[in-house]
């Protein structure tokens, strides 16, 4: 197996040009287990840790611009107001340890549907950045990036060299299930974002579909109902009916299966159980806010 260390990103593209069978590393915590388990054996491994600019971010006005090997650890500590639900997520990736190493864009990169990151890059709205050295760079919205089971929309000659992620307008969640409350896969997993702006609501869910998706016909029904009810501007509660009608339509987007983590049953149901909470939760928190800033006024 033949290690090739990039100095910089023009290089590293042109190493995954010319060994496009090449596998990028980063954190390693997924490459690595691969490696040891036997389960992989690639001719080239394509080290990105000696290219800094994959462990910067930038906050611009609208979005954040993270850097593809951010770890997680760093999520947390820096990025908690502007991205909120993936910080949150990042919270239950692992261990400290992993969460120091492992990153976006290595989860992106194994795309696998139980990883933390992708119902809170959904529900926030997200664009990946990926270069190759032959067409430059594109854009891939967060919505069309997983193709499969482990699969993503990255040409074989691509990298991914940052994310776009948009800045919190409103509360966010994410919400977890697993066996235990730490280095735990989840059995589900489900993000949940408020846009006052737009006025509309997004969702992710994680592990209970061959890949993450949105609970696009759950966001429509709760988008109509909120517009409707004007809960927007009159902050009221959300009435039990609404609530679980949407925790309903977010199980009817699942597609699971049976595995040794959960039941395809189990799986529908705590996704609805999760919805339904992050739902409140994050009503809670604007109604909190929107009482307290016209008490001020
Ligand atoms: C003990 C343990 C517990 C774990 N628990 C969790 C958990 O709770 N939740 C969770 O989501 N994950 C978990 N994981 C999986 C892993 O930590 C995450 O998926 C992490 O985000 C991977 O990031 P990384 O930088 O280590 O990726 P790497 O292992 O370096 O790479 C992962 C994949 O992405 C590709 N890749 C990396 N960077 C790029 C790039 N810039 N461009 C293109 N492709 C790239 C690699 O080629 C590889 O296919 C766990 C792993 C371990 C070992």
Redesign the pocket.
Known sequence: MDFLRPASWEEALAAKAEHPTA???????????EINFDHRRPEYLLD?NRVGE?HEWEAGEDSVRLG??VPYAKIMEHLRAELPGLALASH????PQ?RN???????L??A?P????HPALLAAGAEVEAESAARGARRIPIDDFYTGVKRNA?APDE??RAVHVKKADGPQQYSKVGTRNA????VCAFGLALHPETRTVRTGIGSAAPTPVRARAAEEFLNAALQEGGFWDNGKVITPSVAKQFAQLCSAACNPIDDVRGTAGYRRHAVGVMARRTLTWTWESYRGARNASKGAA
């Not at 190493?101 to 989860?107: C, L």
């Not at 139980?114 to 990151?117: C, T, V």
């Open positions: 596998v990028p590393i980063a954190g390693g915590t997924d490459v690595m287990v990105l994959l593809a090997s239950t990736v692992a261990s992993i190493r492992g990153g976006v864009g290595g989860n990169g194994t696998s139980a990883g933390d990151a990255l990298l991914i280095m735990v896969i989840a």
